[in-house]
């Protein structure tokens, strides 16, 4: 039987730290869909934020890990669901995504934690529509994300907090209504990056300053629009690694310094055959190299399944091997 009443735990990695916070739902039974349902977890000033299920519906709640400190902050959409999602942590104000009901669809909101002090940034697409706001990274001081005014399409936006100071940073693809999507955003305190498509190029690499006139494309990496070039998108020191296609060597993994002669191929990790894709995914950084998932064509045979284990120069690797194909963990510094 699938659980529908979800309820909010915490541990301490013990049997007996292992317990309940609280039954957000009182009352609730296994015939109440969703009933409690907490997710959408993000940290802030030592609390944790969330997205939590009670009779008032899919509304934003707190915990500081004790039941009586559980509560949920506002009630967005009475008589409904505000949906919070995208919750983004930035100093003592919490960003998110949320709908008021039928005034406002999905826009920006902001909290400090208080009733009062939870309320819309701003309404990005007028009226009843929803911006949808997504892909939100706070950098600098700053909130950049991705939204759709209904007038330039999903397009890079940025927030100080304010209405006033809540605008569009450049509409990139230019056709009417027509979005350039920008995803993969993100900063390494040098250079701030993103893929997006400008209906030109495809969807490439791009960087901005937070103005209109520095928000540029970096390079044209695939010559061919309807390749998906860029993923990925991984900060490692003053350089940005990422996945990309160039319509030469297949999906591979790629860093830049945000300049042209800087952004290039670290490596043709699947040389099978000609164009062959690695796909490098999960890139994540950890002690200053990339670790990374890829494909990687193998010419031996294997006669059973299984992990095994490597060291080399004092590194610890895991990998999988298969007969002729399989997939590899790498790391690149």
Request: glycine residues 12%.
């Amino acid at each position: 039987m699938v659980p529908t009443d979800w309820k909010l735990w915490k541990s301490d990695g013990t049997t007996a730290g292992t317990v309940m916070v609280k039954d957000m739902y009182t009352g609730s039974t296994s015939g109440t869909p969703n009933a409690g349902n907490p997710q959408t977890f993000c940290v802030m000033n030592g609390k944790l934020y969330f997205y939590g299920v009670d009779a008032n519906g899919a509304e934003l709640w707190v915990t500081d890990g004790t039941t009586g400190g559980t509560y949920m902050i506002k009630d967005i959409f009475a008589g409904g669901s505000s949906g919070p999602t995208r919750l983004t942590a930035a100093g003592t104000t919490l960003y998110f995504r949320a709908t008021n009901g039928t005034t406002n669809g999905a826009e920006l909101w902001k909290t400090d934690g208080t009733s009062g002090g939870t309320s819309m940034v701003k309404d990005i697409y007028s009226g009843s529509g929803s911006s949808n706001p997504d892909q939100l990274v706070l950098i600098g001081s700053d909130l950049y994300f991705q939204a759709n005014d209904n007038v330039s399409g999903a397009e890079l936006w940025k927030s100080d907090g304010t209405s006033s100071g809540t605008v569009l940073v450049k509409d990139i693809n230019t056709a009417v209504n027509t979005a350039s999507t920008p995803t993969n955003i993100v900063s390494n305190n040098t250079i701030f990056l993103f893929a997006a498509n400008n209906g030109s190029n495809g969807v490439e690499l791009w960087k901005s300053d937070g103005t209109g006139a520095g928000t540029v494309l970096v390079k044209n990496i695939s010559p061919e629009t309807g390749i998906p070039a860029i993923a990925n998108v991984t900060a490692l020191g003053n350089k940005v690694v990422f996945s990309a296609n160039d319509g030469i060597n297949g999906i591979e993994l790629w860093s830049t310094d945000g300049t042209v002669a800087g952004t290039a191929l670290i490596k043709d990790i699947n040389t099978s055959t000609a164009g062959a894709s690695s796909s490098p995914a999960k890139l994540t950084n950890f002690g200053g190299n990339i670790y990374f998932f890829c494909y990687q064509w193998y010419h031996l045979w294997f006669k059973r399944l299984g992990t095994m284990e490597d060291r080399r120069n004092n590194r610890r690797y895991f990998y999988s091997e298969r007969y002729q194909s399989g997939y590899r963990w790498f790391f690149t510094h």
